[in-house]
Structures are given as structure tokens and as C-alpha cells.
């Protein structure tokens, strides 16, 4: 059977056109499923009974199970949906004021191994589908109470959850089409944000296909720092990422790029690292978050002290780049950034190849301290 949900508006159009049926059919179906999130065929009224039934016969509705549902104190919800295999991936929703963001995952688990982050210390298993990467967003719609009359909770998505979106680059895209997609969910591409470590060819990728906005996950000033936060600099250094993000800005929907920052203590936070970074972006129309640094489980890092964190925005702030710090939401619940960390059967091995280090290392300088005492 077909799952509907997975399918971008023209994968749509044409299965219907495979069951005999107009264009105007799939524009009706995506509202059902996506705008009203209904799950049951018998409920779409304006569809013929004839279609309706072949849809039971051919065709689903079916998103990742939700595994827990978690409140944090300040209204963070976190969900655990379980994709299969004995893999499940984490979901956010961070409720504002004036706007409400969820926070979707496109990998269960992740491959590029950044050195401060949760999700890519527990490997890598796979891709995520179209169907449970826009279910994520169903699933919240559902949960937040969304129906077809009410006021949309969701006013902006953040693929900043489990995974490298670029990675997954043709599902990811899929995904974000029906977000985009006015009889879907209807969001601009302004109110959609995707976030990459810096897959340079894949930057240029999406500014042709799907333009939204660009988050960059940057977080040192040099390369030879970045080499050791986020690995896949050593393929993609710098400059030639700050190349892709001024070639993506001619088409995004935004005259900038955010660069996001976490905040190390004693690692990137000194004002000489804030200087640099200011030479660095000079020649880049960009937005800079620092991010204080989330603590979990054996992460060897700490979070920035609140005055360094001051001190690094004022100096950016002083050479006239836009500059914020942001609001760590969900931390009680290890639902802040860089804390998603869900279940992964690793097929990468990581825990084992670490496990392997740690033993040689310390073999290693067992060694060292023989030959010193003999």
C-alpha cells in the first residue's frame, strides 16, 4: 500500500492520475491529510465514495508512532517516535509568544560526528522517509490541537533535529515542498529554516531546488578548530563554505545566513576567537547565535561562562554584526540543542571505534609511564 503522506504534491497528482482520477483530487487529498491531519479515508467528505473506497483498498495514512510524549517546565514538548528497526527519533515544539517552532529530525542518528553534540555521538543508522519526516510535523499539528478551522500552532519549521538534512538531500527537499505547499501546510519560505554542517555541493543543491532559509552550524573561526568540532570541515574548509553561503543568498528568501555558534568554555569563547570570527564573516551578509553550550553525558565540554557569552556578542555587536544569544528551552527534559539524542542502532560502529581509542590511548600511556619508572 501507498503511504499518502509521504507523497510531495506531484507524486500525489500522479497517483491519482494513476487511479483514473483529475489533478484537482490530489490538491483536495493533500488538504485532508496534511491541512486537517485526517487519518481516516470514510472522513473526506468532498471526495467521492467510489475514490474513497479504492483509497482503503490502495493507500494509507501512517505516521511514526509516538513512543513519549514529554513536557518541559517552560512548555517544551518533546516527542519520541519510534521509526523502526529499534530506532527512534526526537521531535521538538518550543511554544513562543508571538509564534510556536517545531524542531524536525531528517536522520536517525547522524554521520558527521561533531565533537559537542549528543545525536552525533550515538551514530549513524539511516535516512528518515519523506513520510517520517513530514510526520513529525503531522503528528504535532494533531497533538497541538489542529483542525481544519483552527488557528495553525506550528508557525515555523527548524530542521535542526537528529541528522544532517542535507544528507538526506531528496527526502529532506520532498518534505519541505508540502510544508511550503499552500494547500498542505501553507508555511513561506521564510518561516522554514534548514540547518547544515556544511555540505558545500548540497548548498548549491538547494538554492536551486527549494530555497529557505540557511542555518550554518559553523561554531569555530579557523580550520584548523573546526577540524576538530565539526569533522566534515576537513572536506568542506571555511572558505569555501562561506563561498556556498554568499552564492545561496541570490535566491533564499532571506538576505542572510545564520551562522550558529555554540559556546564552549575554554574552547571558541575568548575574545581573540571573536575577533577573528568578525574577519572572518566580514565579507558575508549574516546573522550570528550563540548558542550556550548543552551539557549531556560525557560530553568532555562546558558551557560558556555567562560573561564570556557577553563578551563575545559585544565584540561582534561592536564591528556591526547582528548578533543574538539564544534562549536554552527544554533542557530538563534534554530537549535543548545539541541534546537530542533518541535511539540509534548504530551501523557505523562509532561506540565501538571509541571504545577501541579509549583502550588503545590508555594502554598507550600505561606504556609511556613504564618506560619512565624503569
Not at 109 to 135: D, K
Not at 223 to 236: A, F, M, Q
Amino acid at each position: 500500500m501507498v503511504n499518502l503522506l509521504g507523497l510531495p504534491p506531484n507524486e500525489l497528482q500522479a497517483f491519482c492520475a494513476a487511479l483514473g482520477e483529475k489533478p484537482f483530487r490530489a490538491k483536495q487529498l493533500l488538504r485532508w491529510i496534511h491541512h486537517a491531519g485526517v487519518d481516516d479515508f470514510g472522513a473526506m467528505t468532498d471526495v467521492s465514495k467510489a475514490l474513497r473506497e479504492r483509497l482503503v483498498q490502495s493507500a494509507s495514512i501512517a505516521a511514526p508512532c509516538v513512543r513519549r510524549d514529554t513536557t518541559a517546565a517552560d512548555g517544551t514538548r518533546k516527542w519520541l517516535l519510534h521509526v523502526g528497526t529499534n530506532n527512534a527519533i526526537e521531535t521538538v515544539f518550543i511554544p513562543e509568544t508571538a509564534r510556536g517552532t517545531l524542531c524536525i529530525s531528517s536522520q536517525a542518528g547522524c554521520a558527521l560526528e561533531c565533537s559537542f553534540c549528543s545525536t552525533g555521538r550515538q551514530g549513524f543508522n539511516r535516512n528518515l522517509s519523506v513520510a517520517e519526516i513530514i510526520g513529525q510535523l503531522w503528528l504535532a499539528n494533531r497533538a497541538l490541537g489542529r483542525g481544519v478551522s483552527e488557528e495553525r500552532p506550528i508557525t515555523n519549521v527548524v530542521m535542526m533535529g537528529m541528522g544532517e538534512p542535507l544528507a538526506n538531500f531528496d527526502n529532506v527537499v520532498a518534505a519541505m515542498e508540502l510544508m511550503l505547499d499552500d494547500s498542505a501546510y501553507g508555511l513561506s519560505r521564510r518561516r522554514v529554516t534548514l540547518s547544515t554542517s556544511g555540505l558545500v555541493p548540497a548548498i548549491d543543491r538547494l538554492r536551486e531546488a527549494c530555497p529557505v532559509a540557511l542555518a550554518v552550524s559553523l561554531h569555530a573561526p579557523n580550520d584548523e578548530l573546526r577540524n576538530e568540532l565539526v569533522p566534515i570541515n576537513r572536506k568542506y574548509p571555511i572558505r569555501e563554505l562561506l563561498a556556498a553561503c554568499v552564492r545561496y543568498i541570490e535566491k533564499a528568501p532571506r538576505d542572510f545566513v545564520t551562522f550558529e555558534y555554540v559556546m564552549l568554555d575554554g574552547v571558541n569563547d575568548a575574545p581573540a576567537h571573536a575577533h577573528e570570527l568578525v574577519r572572518v564573516l566580514s565579507d558575508v551578509p549574516c546573522k550570528v547565535n550563540l548558542i550556550p553550550f548543552n551539557p549531556f553525558p560525557a560530553s568532555g565540554y562546558a558551557r560558556s561562562r555567562g560573561e564570556a557569552v557577553a563578551r563575545f556578542r559585544d565584540i561582534l555587536m561592536t564591528s556591526e554584526i547582528t548578533t543574538t544569544v539564544r534562549k536554552t528551552r527544554g533542557d530538563d527534559i534534554d530537549a535543548a540543542c545539541g541534546q537530542l539524542a533518541g535511539e540509534v542502532q548504530d551501523r557505523t560502529r562509532r561506540q565501538a571505534r571509541r571504545e577501541a581509542r579509549a583502550a588503545h590511548s590508555g594502554s598507550e600511556v600505561k606504556r609511556l609511564m613504564e618506560e619512565r619508572i624503569g
